[in-house]
């Protein structure tokens, strides 16, 4: 099976004025399968806004705009079946394909979601995303050879490198989803995972896009060494030298730390930490370990506040960890973390975006998202007897206009929930005595 977008939009009627969106819609699997008889089961469609590369080109050209497309999961017959029909109708057909069915990512997502609540295993989905993107080079252009998200991660080879001791627990949770639906890429699961896990602790919404292509032999793997080590002999040194080969900034290092407020190290993996805490003894999952925050299955700024302090023998402080507030390019971000979460959600929703992307091949080659467009809400309409009538039933304002007539009430010097200032009444007097000059000179002349 193979996904394909179909893009059929108002551009046809630069063709054939005669072409309408309901004709658009007319043309429904259900008309293959009855009318046509060339679709050997019923495709899916998934309603999302997607472009092509090729529609937007088309687009260009015909100097028009698409109407939203469908992505249907077709058959090669299938879709040949749909280009001959689309003509029959003098319908414009634009086609791409896909790694992974958009519909099928949609529906692994709340599988992934469902996953999480049975097993608290936010933390380890995180790692599984990190440290498969994360043994990116920028200095390789070659595909796979320069690493990153590529799903490089699901075979045994790379899987038994000592950075990734234990992620093969991450693996076998995903397995049955995998199988579940089988036109997802691993590259995209891993990545979906990931962000979703952040999500589903509190965290900031990714900004993620999909359609990553999966190596397809284990020696595409890549070389060990590339993530990470929680110990260096110099810590800034070490996070410099393996985040600047990924592309990353100071700033985005920084950021990217943050996501330790998850998950726990257990020393028989990792050789850091305790076999168990106050805070890990009970679980939940799997009890032990040692946690960097008291709450390590909530996202939150906590991770810098307690780095920070360095008050808990029971919480975990890498040498890595610790160096944030060291090295003076560090710290000036961590100490901004630790005081503004909203600043810390912001700017690592940026990072682990890019972090997702790194390395990775799409197709289509601009990749595509599986969340609804952001709905823009209408500006308030005022009408002042809605708030002043003694008929009308008296209505609280909305924030929104409360702003507009604060900002109103504030050029001449006041708001509604403020003191006028002084020179609002000198300025009054003043208007005064200069209207009556101006009308006695009228009546002068």
């Known amino acids: 099976m193979e996904c394909f977008v179909i893009a059929l939009g108002t551009t046809v009627r630069t063709v054939v004025p005669t072409v309408t969106e309901q004709k ?5 699997v259900k008309g293959f399968d009855k009318q046509n008889s060339c679709a050997s089961g019923p495709a899916r469609f ?3 806004m997607l472009k092509s590369s090729e529609a937007a080109t088309c687009s260009s050209k015909l100097k028009s705009y698409f109407l939203p497309s469908l992505a249907i999961q077709v058959s090669a017959k299938q879709s040949k079946c749909i280009s001959g029909l689309c003509n029959q109708r003098g319908l414009v057909l634009v086609t791409t394909s896909f790694a992974s069915v ?11 979601r469902e996953l999480i609540k049975m097993t608290c295993c936010n933390p380890i989905l995180v790692r599984l995303g990190w440290h498969d993107a994360g ?10 050879k320069r690493g990153g998200a590529n799903g490089s991660l699901h075979y045994n080879i790379e899987l038994k490198h000592t950075a990734n001791a234990g992620l093969d627990n991450a693996l076998r949770l995903l397995e049955p989803i995998k199988e579940k639906y089988p036109n997802i890429t691993w590259a995209d699961l891993f990545q979906l995972a990931s962000a979703t896990a952040i999500e589903e602790a509190g965290g900031p919404k990714i900004p993620m896009r999909y359609g990553r292509v999966d190596i397809t032999q284990p020696e595409e793997c890549p070389p060990e060494g590339n993530l990470p080590d929680a110990g260096p002999p110099s810590p800034a040194d070490h996070l410099r030298q393996v985040f600047y080969r990924m592309g990353f900034s100071d700033k985005e290092i920084v950021v990217l730390s943050g996501a330790h407020t998850l998950g726990r190290s257990r020393p028989e993996r990792s050789g850091w930490g305790k076999p168990e805490t106050k805070y890990t003894k009970s679980g939940p999952g ?8 008291v709450q390590w299955l ?28 060291e090295d003076p390019g560090f710290q000036v971000h961590a100490e901004k973390y630790a005081e503004d979460q909203d600043a810390f959600f912001k700017d690592y929703a940026d990072a682990h975006a890019k972090l997702s992307d790194l390395g990775a091949k799409f197709n289509p080659p601009e990749g595509f998202t599986i969340d609804e467009p952001s709905k823009q809400l209408a500006p308030e309409k005022f009408i002042a007897a809605k708030y002043s009538s003694d008929e009308t039933p008296k209505k609280e304002l909305s924030e929104s206009m409360k702003e507009k007539i604060r900002a109103e009430y504030m050029l001449v010097g006041g708001s509604p929930d403020q003191a006028l200032k002084s020179n609002y009444f000198f300025n ?5 005595g200069v209207l009556a000059i101006v009308t006695s000179w009228f009546v002068k002349f």
């Open 298 to 325: 909530t996202f939150d700024n906590f991770y810098f506040k307690d780095i920070k302090q360095k008050k808990d023998d029971d919480l975990l402080v890498l040498p890595t960890d610790a160096v944030l507030f």
């Open 46 to 48: 998934s309603p999302l």
């Open 102 to 112: 958009p519909d099928q990512l949609i529906k692994a997502r709340e599988d992934i």
């Open 24 to 28: 658009w819609r007319g043309l429904d």
């Open 286 to 293: 799997k009890p032990g370990g040692k946690s960097w925050t």
């Open 135 to 144: 043994t990116y080079d920028k200095n390789i252009e070659q595909w796979p």
């Open 428 to 432: 009054i007097i003043l208007a005064i």
